[in-house]
T-cell receptor, first 114, second 116 residues
Framework: KQEVTQIPAALSVPEGENLVLNCSFT??????LQWFRQDPGKGLTSLLL???SQREQTSGRLNASLDKSSGRSTLYIAASQPGDSATYLC?????????????WGAGTKLIIKP | EPEVTQTPSHQVTQMGQEVILRCVPI?????FYWYRQILGQKVEFLVS????????KSEIFDDQFSVERPDGSNFTLKIRSTKLEDSAMYFC??????????????FGEGSWLTVV
């Protein structure tokens, strides 16, 4: 059964630093992996989607990478800002079983200190 | 930018009551979903809906739950006889194509359900 893990559960860094958030999964047979942002009490905003055939995707200061063989994805945030403070979740689409559902990590709560 | 809208944003209901959560997916999207997130826990898939029928549901989505697309724009989740453990944030989502195609899924802001 696919398990998605995000470590650490929380991270606090000073403004301006570059940082990496981690997402690991146990079964490398995936269609795609998506990174989301969740603000407190709010919805889920899609940040980046990586197909299984891709190695990375970039959007502005965000760069997501995917290494299926090691069961790992990272979200790199450059020059962090206080507005980046949120919970970041990764979710993936399994290759084999379910056709529709995403399997989620528990998220990393990121705090950027001014 | 088009968005998924959900109502109500927050609802408090007594145990045993029926609740209907409403969603308006993005207009040209064909696939609709409900997910939930119990406070402090992972997001969980409930159900997906395509072509006016359920395409997939999880073990959570038992007979207590039902979904409906009553018209061309709304997508509803009904929870009959609510229980305390149904308290959660319920997210509606939609996508233009199926998730295995690599299409991004767009989520609404969620409906907080508190069962007392």
């Amino acid at each position: 059964k696919q398990e998605v893990t995000q470590i650490p559960a929380a991270l606090s860094v000073p403004e301006g630093e570059n940082l990496v958030l981690n997402c690991s999964f146990t079964d490398s047979a995936i269609y795609n992996l998506q990174w989301f942002r969740q603000d407190p009490g709010k919805g889920l905003t899609s940040l980046l989607l990586i197909q299984s055939s891709q190695r990375e995707q970039t959007s502005g200061r965000l760069n997501a990478s995917l290494d299926k063989s090691s069961g790992r994805s990272t979200l790199y945030i450059a020059a962090s800002q206080p507005g980046d403070s949120a919970t970041y979740l990764c979710a993936l689409k399994n290759l084999m079983d379910s056709n529709y559902q995403l399997i989620w990590g528990a998220g990393t709560k990121l705090i950027i200190k001014p | 930018e088009p968005e998924v809208t959900q109502t109500p944003s927050h609802q408090v209901t007594q145990m045993g009551q029926e609740v209907i959560l409403r969603c308006v997916p993005i207009s040209n999207h064909l696939y609709f979903y409900w997910y939930r997130q119990i406070l402090g826990q992972k997001v969980e898939f409930l159900v997906s809906f395509y072509n006016n029928e359920i395409s997939e549901k999880s073990e959570i989505f038992d007979d207590q739950f039902s979904v409906e697309r009553p018209d061309g724009s709304n997508f509803t989740l009904k929870i009959r006889s609510t229980k305390l453990e149904d308290s959660a944030m319920y997210f509606c989502a939609s996508s233009e194509e199926a998730p295995y195609s690599g299409n991004t899924i767009y989520f609404g802001e969620g409906s907080w359900l508190t069962v007392v």
